[in-house]
C-alpha cells in the first residue's frame, strides 16, 4: 500500500514568486495536515482539511493557503514568496479525528 | 498554550541504551507519540502510547509515561547506528484534529562507535 506521497521533491524559488506543493494521503485516509519545519524552529502546523473543507490553519499569513479535491488530494499554495519561507514542508495523513499521522517524505523548498 | 520540551542532543556508545526525554504542558493530552526523522526524509511514526498507560514496550523500543509529572520518554535498548536520527516526541488531545499534532523541536541521537 503506498504511502503518502508528495510532489515535487525539492524546489527552488525566489522571492515573491508563487509555488504550489502537491499531497496524495493514505488510501482511505480523509484528513490531510500540513506541516512547516523551518530549520531551528521545529515542525509548525500549518493547515488542516477534512472531508474537502479546511478546518482549521496555524499561525500563518493568508498567502499560505491551499484546498482539498474530492479525492482527498491536497495542494498548498504559496504566493509573494519570502527568504523566510525556506523550509521542508511535510504533509500528513490520517483518518477521520485522528489518532496516528502518517507523514510523506516532505517538500524542500528554497527561496532565494 | 501547549508546549512540549526536548533535550537537543542525545550522544551514545553504541550497544548502550539511548533514553530520550520529553515533557509536555497539555494535562488534557490524550495521546503521546514518539516520530523519527532520518536525514532527508520526512517522519515516521515509531510508537505512541495512550494516556491512560504507564508503559509500553515494542521490541528495542520502551515507552515510560509519567502522567503526574507529564513526562514522557523513549529508551531504544542496543542502539545501533541505524538509529541515529532526530526524534520528535508529539502529543494531541482527544485523538487531535484542530491542530493535529503539537511537536517537540526533537533530540538529535548521535551514536558514537
Known amino acids: 500500500e503506498a504511502g503518502v506521497t508528495q510532489s515535487p521533491t525539492h524546489l527552488i524559488k525566489t522571492r515573491g514568486q508563487q509555488v504550489t506543493l502537491r499531497c496524495s494521503p493514505i488510501s482511505g485516509h480523509t484528513s490531510v495536515y500540513w506541516y512547516q519545519q523551518a530549520l531551528g524552529l521545529g515542525l509548525q502546523f500549518l493547515l488542516w482539511?477534512?472531508?474537502?473543507?479546511?478546518?482549521n490553519r496555524g499561525n500563518f499569513p493568508p498567502r499560505f493557503s491551499g484546498r482539498q479535491f474530492p479525492n482527498y488530494s491536497s495542494e498548498l499554495n504559496v504566493n509573494a514568496l519570502e527568504l523566510e519561507d525556506s523550509a521542508l514542508y511535510l504533509c500528513?495523513?490520517?483518518?477521520?479525528?485522528?489518532?496516528?499521522?502518517?507523514f510523506g517524505s516532505g517538500t524542500q523548498l528554497s527561496v532565494l | 498554550g501547549e508546549d512540549v520540551e526536548q533535550s537537543l542532543f542525545l550522544s551514545v556508545r553504541e550497544g548502550d541504551s539511548s533514553v530520550i526525554n520529553c515533557t509536555y504542558t497539555d494535562s488534557s493530552s490524550t495521546y503521546l507519540y514518539w516520530y523519527k526523522q532520518e536525514p532527508g526524509a520526512g517522519l515516521q511514526l515509531l510508537t505512541y502510547i495512550f494516556s491512560n498507560m504507564d508503559m509500553k514496550q515494542d521490541q528495542r523500543l520502551t515507552v515510560l509515561l509519567n502522567k503526574k509529572d507529564k513526562h514522557l520518554s523513549l529508551r531504544i535498548a542496543d542502539t545501533q547506528t541505524g538509529d541515529s536520527a532526530i526524534y520528535f516526541c508529539?502529543?494531541?488531545?482527544?485523538?487531535?484534529?484542530?491542530?493535529?499534532?503539537?511537536f517537540g523541536k526533537g533530540t538529535h541521537l548521535i551514536i558514537q562507535p
Open positions: 508529539a502529543e494531541s488531545y482527544s485523538g487531535g484534529g484542530a491542530d493535529g499534532l503539537t
Open positions: 500528513a495523513s490520517s483518518f477521520g479525528r485522528v489518532e496516528k499521522l502518517f
Open positions: 482539511y477534512d472531508e474537502g473543507e479546511e478546518r
